[in-house]
């Protein structure tokens, strides 16, 4: 592939898309290299592996910096990309939009609101529920044992490789955050589909801090998910503690063999989830409103590519009622949300075939709106075979929730309840399937800060726990 | 006057399939492509509802054809719950819907399980040809008699085109195939076998026939893991079948080497798919039968690409170097296309006069076809001689044609040998959080 010309260079001509790449804090001028298939070509620095790790012979830069410190500089970072001064997040915006299957209101939107995670009170829930308080970042915390024993135990900074997904930009503030409430080195892998986001909010922390420590314990850099030649000598515990993956199967299985003593997975697993809707929601035409409208929200959280996307609804009642509510249904996912837009992309071919067959199976099979993106939903006897996806919800009538339940698997992450009264009967059979959610129907986007992931505290598990006994 | 596409099927009895001017061609494909356009839209729903939401009324030039192509996904859409809920009158409803079998055609009264399904559409003169792909559900691509008649014509009349071989039974045949099933391949390989090989001196891989619901079975494995509900026992139980089949099957290879280097001298029949047939080459050097030591007249059916690229990268040219001065059928072909792009002198598949090749860009969206030169891109077709379904579809394949006239002389399009899935070219890196339930059953089972 040929170098990109200095126009394609700032991102607003047509050409090869240029990455950024950030070495320890710093932005890589270097020679660069041509990446991505013909019709999403982008160019990326050259990448120089011994200058994105952190010597193992000596501490990271921020591993003495206090919490107070740290948390004082994510905020500033929050404030700074809430006004974007630089414009480098609109920089960052202006790429995606070229790249990303999300329409460019839904990332405005999410780009807009990214400096939400930086929040004092949210980066303290953090601390405060995952470590209990900042005492064991900074410092040993006294570990009284029994038989009269004292010991002291401290979370020590890790050196985190983090291979980030790319289909929310949430995950790579997310990324940056819990990378640095760590104190340790973070080095980030660039998703093919979100190769900016992560890059602006480090460039945007530099600029309120530039040569801080913290920012000198972040790179990020574009390889090619399973490139051996990268993978291979990158993923030593020699350079790393944890790798820790978002999804991305075929990079987690990728990465396994790699995995060994030293060197650890920590994994937010590739999940879907669904919605259980109780008897309740047709007590009067307000309420079917309401559910359908929550169950629509649910639906389309990043216009149905997030993990806590709803995709199947379970619906106790007759397949009366579950055609009404299908039909409210299908009319409230047409519309904007703040992490949805009206319109999706049209529906991929393929589906639309599994789906004009089963047009053809009414009445078994009903199903409502058309292939625009707007919004589409099948009313089966039990849940289809192929993974509904871009605005689509399979509605599943049942006679009881509880009946729902064994739908639910080890696959399931988030499960929005309708209504509220109903959780607390139905959620230890959803955590015994394997749910690591259950929530409020039209609360599944959004996960607060300072609870569990993926059924673990996930910056606990980042630390690395050291005892002094 | 015939047809426009009974003037196609034909040019397969007239000793000049491949020598129609491309012009001609063209226009009585064109012809051939309103027939068979009007004459399904009236029996396949799925095509009539693919033309109302399309807007296509009529076929007025191959742009036209893109929007009514199906993909592999047509043919394998049934819900699973049909089969494992004994279903089978809406798994007949179902298959009406992708071909012009009707429902009060075949009595389904008393079946029992997915091949006595098979078995009753056949009886009712059809076919349903399956294939199996990556997530163990099978799909049906249904053949009527005619089309049957129509593919018997093609291997008796093209069989080694460009120098077609005499219809005679002089060999000693070797089929690594079980018996029978509603497989195309299965199907070949006995036809071949009644027209060139010497009668009751076949030997076969197996005497059962192939089972459907077998090869469906891990279809059903999974479906059954994803909803939490598989033992460690049914797990491991199917390994073991798996297992003790292969082993069974390896017995009867070992005995069919035997054979085969007992009477290297005869000419000989032997098909096989391309892992079959890759296995008995290793053997069979193994055995000290040097390459290219076979009798002349000897035919050999191989086929099936490198699905998973489970064959060495090189396997091609081994397959060439054994088969060295034997009689070989050289074609670029799947099942859903009725009878394959057969190779010229110079190597080049020439797509047959019944088939109009469309390639697309790799969406599968828009047509790339020039007046000459080569394109890159990913082959779908219309096949305007299926009667029994709508002959439409967009593979996965990545392939070069070349619409210019060949070099052998011959007019084009034909097919240049890099072909390749679109599927084994690598993905996007794209990482996301979301996941299919594939994610928990993958890797656990095998296929």
């Given at each position: 592939m040929s170098p990109t010309s200095p126009m394609a260079l700032d991102g607003t001509a047509a050409g090869p898309v240029a990455v950024v790449h950030v070495v320890r804090g710093e932005v890589d001028e270097g020679p660069r290299t041509g990446h991505g298939r013909a019709d999403a070509a982008f160019t990326a620095p050259v990448l120089d592996l011994d200058k994105v790790v952190w010597p193992r012979t000596e501490p990271g830069p921020a591993f003495d910096v206090p919490t107070a410190e740290i948390v004082d500089l994510l905020v500033e970072t929050g404030e700074a990309l809430k006004a974007d001064r630089e414009g480098l997040l609109a920089e960052a915006l202006g790429r995606m939009v070229r790249i990303s299957p999300l329409p460019a209101e839904v990332l405005e939107r999410a780009y807009a609101v990214l400096w939400r995670s930086f929040q004092r009170p949210g980066l303290y829930a953090q601390i405060d529920h995952e470590l209990g308080g900042a005492d064991v970042l900074d410092g040993w915390r006294e570990v009284r044992l029994p038989e009269g024993r004292v010991a002291a135990t401290r979370a020590f900074p890790p050196r985190l490789v983090h291979i980030i997904?790319?289909?929310?930009?949430?995950v790579a503030a997310m990324s940056v955050v819990r990378g640095a409430l760590t104190k340790g080195v973070n080095l980030l892998k660039l998703p093919s589909n979100d190769l900016f986001t992560a890059t602006a909010i480090l460039r945007t922390m530099a600029a309120v801090a530039p040569g801080h420590p913290v920012v000198r314990s972040f790179s990020a850099a574009y390889w090619r998910g399973g490139d051996e030649a990268v993978e291979s000598v990158l993923f030593r515990p020699q350079f790393f503690d944890k790798l820790v993956a978002w999804g991305g199967e075929s990079t987690i299985r990728g990465a396994l063999k790699y995995v060994g003593p030293g060197f650890e997975l920590v994994s937010f697993d590739p999940k879907t989830s669904i919605s259980l809707i109780g008897r309740e929601a047709f007590a009067s035409p307000e309420t079917l409103a309401r559910a359908a409208d929550a169950g629509a929200a649910d639906a389309t959280f990043f216009n149905q590519q997030a993990c806590v996307a709803s995709r199947f609804q379970f619906v106790e009642g007759s397949w009366d009622d579950a055609d009404r509510y299908a039909a409210l249904l299908c009319e409230r996912l047409g519309v904007a949300r703040e992490f949805s837009s009206a319109d999706g992309p049209r529906v991929g071919a393929e589906l639309r075939e599994e789906i004009d067959v089963l047009r053809s199976l009414a009445p078994d099979y009903r199903v409502w709106g058309g292939y625009d993106g707007r919004g589409l939903v099948i009313r089966s006897p039990e849940p289809v075979d192929f993974h509904p996806d871009g605005k689509i919800v399979n509605v599943v009538p049942v006679s009881a929730l509880a009946e729902a339940v064994t739908h639910a698997g080890v696959a399931t992450q988030t499960v929005g309840v309708y209504p509220d009264t109903r959780k607390p009967q139905l959620r230890d059979a959803l955590a015994c399937a394997g749910v690591q959610r259950v929530v409020s129907l039209g609360k599944a986007g959004g996960m607060p800060p300072g609870l569990s992931h993926d059924g673990f505290y996930p910056l606990q598990r980042l630390m690395r726990w050291v005892n002094d006994e | 006057m015939a047809s426009a596409r009974e003037q196609i099927r034909s040019l397969v009895l007239s000793g000049h399939t491949y020598d129609q001017p491309a012009a001609t061609v063209r226009e009585l494909q064109l012809e051939a492509a309103r027939e068979a356009f009007t004459a399904h839209r009236e029996r396949i729903p799925l095509l009539r509802t693919r033309a109302d939401e399309t807007g296509i009324r009529e076929i007025t030039g191959p742009d036209d054809l893109v929007p009514l192509l199906f993909s592999h996904t047509s043919y394998k859409s049934y819900p699973l719950s049909f089969l494992t809920g004994g279903r089978w009158d809406r798994l007949l409803r179902w298959y009406s819907t992708v071909s012009v079998v009707e429902p009060g055609d075949v009595d389904i009264d008393g079946v029992n399980d997915i091949d006595e399904w098979t078995d009753r559409v056949t009886a009712a003169g059809h076919r349903p040809y399956i294939t199996s792909g990556t997530s163990g559900k099978v799909s049906f691509l249904n053949c009527d008699a005619s089309d049957l008649s129509f593919l018997h014509d093609i291997l008796e009349n093209l069989t080694c085109w460009p120098d077609p071989l005499p219809p005679e039974p002089t060999r000693r045949g070797y089929l690594l195939a079980p018996a029978s099933g509603p497989m195309r391949s299965i199907d070949g390989y006995r036809w071949h076998a009644e027209v060139f090989a010497r009668p009751g001196e076949t030997r076969l891989l197996t005497e059962d026939p192939l089972r459907v619901s077998e090869l469906m079975s891990s279809a059903l494995l999974r479906r059954r893991m994803a909803e939490g509900t598989a033992t460690p026992q049914e797990i491991s139980s199917f390994e073991n079948v798996s297992g003790a089949r292969e082993a069974e099957l390896g017995a009867a290879m070992d005995r069919i080497v035997d054979d085969i280097a007992a009477h290297r001298d005869e000419p000989m029949l032997i098909a096989g798919m391309n892992n079959q047939q890759f296995a008995l080459i290793q053997e069979l050097r193994a055995r000290?039968?040097?390459?290219?030591?076979?009798?002349?007249?000897t035919l050999v059916l191989s086929g099936g690409g490198n699905k998973g690229r489970a064959l060495p990268d090189d396997y091609q040219q081994q397959f060439a170097a054994f088969y060295d001065g034997v009689r070989r059928v050289r074609s670029y072909g799947m099942t859903e296309l009725q009878g394959s792009c057969l190779a010229c002198e110079n190597g080049r598949y020439h797509v047959p006069p019944w088939v109009i090749p469309l390639i697309l860009d790799q969406a599968g969206e828009k047509l790339l076809n020039p007046e000459q030169g080569v394109v890159e891109g990913r082959f779908a077709f219309l096949d305007v001689s299926l009667e029994g379904r709508w002959g439409g579809l967009i593979s996965g394949d990545r392939v070069f044609v070349d619409f210019s006239p060949c070099d052998c002389g011959r007019a084009g399009p034909v097919v240049l040998p890099d072909i390749q899935r679109y599927g084994d070219l690598g993905g996007d890196d794209k990482i996301t959080c979301a996941a299919t339930l594939d994610s928990y059953v993958r890797g656990m089972i095998h296929g």
């Open positions: 997904a790319g289909n929310a930009p949430g | 000290g039968v040097q390459d290219g030591s076979l009798h002349p007249d």
